[in-house]
């Protein structure tokens, strides 16, 4: 008999409710502060930011929160995603390991991103907001909004970090296609660009920067919000559809994870895939080995400091507690663009910090190793972010391959590298290169960081 390998959900099974973390956390979160008196935020400090919808989600703690009809509607272009069992790069490793992925590269942006963008532009919507101004690194967040935003019919402004406006010009034009506007940032179109470019002109830019920009930009304009693609909690409780399909996507296939993974820049896909999974936990079932796998160029989780930081270079957004590089901290220009952040999302710090999850470093060499392997054994170009939790899945079957257990992985695939080729490219002619942790910068910018 052939052996499945593909655990297929239908539309109408796409969940009817995301999961909120909140409502099981066993440990208290720390409140955000704002950005100028240090005090806690209320909802009113947020309105010119966020419609109030997703400002209540940031703060709710009902477990489960519906998701809006128009919203599982633009879900049902890509949802559910497919589960998939791994069996060939199994084989390859000769594991006896079961190796599964969730697959989000289904997305008409080639990410899970739009899992949040969808119903950020619908809640904005609703509000009667005209326009969207946000960051990007990578390019997929942008695209992610840009999609989002022609379904609802809001503009979108894009500030795009410069090290991958010039990496990855097709990311642009996916942009421009949907209809967004697209400026490297740091750009002259804000104070805090213009401040940045005054000091270093050649700057690669970084998220922490594009995110002042997109800040002042909606706080100067009535009509405008802003969007932001991780980090914070209610874009953490969108992508827990990945999760919750996850769970039912297993179950078909008869089989409990022992080990769940994903890659982590903000928090995003990390938390999608594993909070449904502890929330089972928290509520009284087995305990799962969940790792968040991060660049050894920007390794937050893993070398960072918890402590209240800005999520911004200019100290305009929010502060939170965070695992964090300190936000003036700008990381070397990988080529997996959408982990070079300086902080984490306060959630998957806090899980962290009290040890529920586990957090790895990977240079980026052996994740593109890993990523080729995966493309010639499953057929899939992953994105090089999530090319890490790849390479951190296949440590593990080799593991399990050395002590003869039979472990079930289950790890993200965050989305396709069909935009990040230039990336493969250069890794297959030998030009790409590791980076060291950069201890010193680190240091540095860590003192910047009020504990
Ligand atoms: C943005 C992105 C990431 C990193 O963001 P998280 O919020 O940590 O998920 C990872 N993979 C892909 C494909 C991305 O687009």
Known sequence: MVERTRFLLDEAQIPRAWYNIAADLPVEQAPPLHPGTHQPLGPADLAPLFPMALILQEVS??????????????YAQFRP??????????????????????????????????????????????????????????????????????????????????????????????????????????????????????????????LGMAISEAVEDTVKREDTHYALGSVLNHVMLHQTIIGEESIIQMEMAGEEPDVIIACAGGGSNFAGLAFPWLGRTFRGGRKYQVIAVEPEAAPSLSRGRYAYDYGDTAKMAPMVKMYTLGHDFVPEPIHAGGLRYHGMSPQVSLLKHHGFIEARSLHQRPCFEAGIQFARTEGIVPAPE??????????IALEAKASGEKKVILFNLSGHGFFDLTSYQRFLAGKLEDYEYPAEEVKHALESVEV
């Open 81 to 206: 995603s497919p589960l998939v069992r791994a069996l060939r790069l199994e084989k390859a490793l000769d594991t006896p390991a079961h190796i599964y992925y969730k697959y989000e590269g289904t997305s008409p942006a080639g990410s899970h991103k739009p899992n949040t963008a969808i119903p950020q532009a619908f809640y904005n919507k609703e509000e009667g907001i005209k326009r969207i101004a946000t960051e990007t690194g990578a390019g997929q967040w942008g695209s992610a909004l840009a999609y989002a935003g022609a379904m609802f019919g809001i503009e979108v402004k894009v500030y795009m970090v410069r090290a991958s406006y010039d990496q990855k010009p097709y990311r642009r034009l996916l942009m421009e296609t949907y209809g967004a506007s697209v400026v490297a940032s740091p750009s002259m179109e804000t104070e805090a660009g213009r401040a940045i470019l005054a000091e270093h002109p050649d700057s690669p830019g970084s």
């Open 61 to 74: 703690t009902e477990r489960e929160i519906e998701i809006p009809e128009p919203v599982r509607a633009l």
């Open 386 to 395: 999530s090319t890490h939790a790849i390479k951190a899945a296949i440590d």
